[in-house]
């Protein structure tokens, strides 16, 4: 009677430190999958405040301003950024009111507007010649008029913007 008495108990202590190694596997695991969900949520919370900065744009009647304010975020977070998260922005002719400076039915990328808007800004401090300075009395224009769209286009798999098409007419 005393073995089986010694064997209930070995048994009861057996069932009891499984039970014990099973609860503490179960929280742990929980407490991983809690962190896991606190992680995907801060990144989702980051993904839209990110596209937020670019869907303030996503819109008609920009002024030239925007647009060059635009082109200079797009330019600064791709220095900041990995090559699978640059931000590809397309800005295109549609009007003949800016001619000199964008030629109707053009298509320019970030770095070429990027120079359009540098040169302007020296025409700007030293004018040479009267072609120069029409150049920049259009740019003038362009800055403070209400004619300019902007469509944002995100990535498939991630979300994040990827592109913005620029349209002056």
Do not use: C, W
Request: net charge negative; glycine share 4%.
């Amino acid at each position: 009677m005393e073995n089986a008495s010694k064997a209930l108990i070995i048994a009861a202590g057996v069932l009891i430190g499984i039970m014990i190694v099973a609860t503490i596997a179960y929280v742990f695991s929980q407490g991983g999958m809690y962190f896991r969900s606190e992680s995907t949520e801060a990144s989702a919370q980051k993904l839209k405040e990110f596209n937020a900065q670019y869907e303030a744009y996503n819109r008609s009647n920009l002024y030239g301003t925007d647009v060059i304010t635009l082109v200079n975020k797009v330019t600064n977070d791709n220095k900041n950024s990995l090559e699978e998260e640059q931000i590809d922005i397309i800005l295109t002719s549609k009007g003949n009111e800016y001619s000199k400076l964008f030629p109707k039915n053009s298509v320019y990328d970030a770095s070429e507007i990027l120079e359009k808007i540098t040169e302007q800004i020296r025409i700007e401090t030293e004018p040479e010649e009267l072609e120069a300075k029409l150049e920049y009395k259009e740019f003038k224009t362009f800055k403070t008029r209400k004619m300019h769209k902007a469509t944002i286009g995100y990535d498939n798999d991630t979300g994040r913007v990827n592109l913005v098409t620029i349209e002056i007419y």
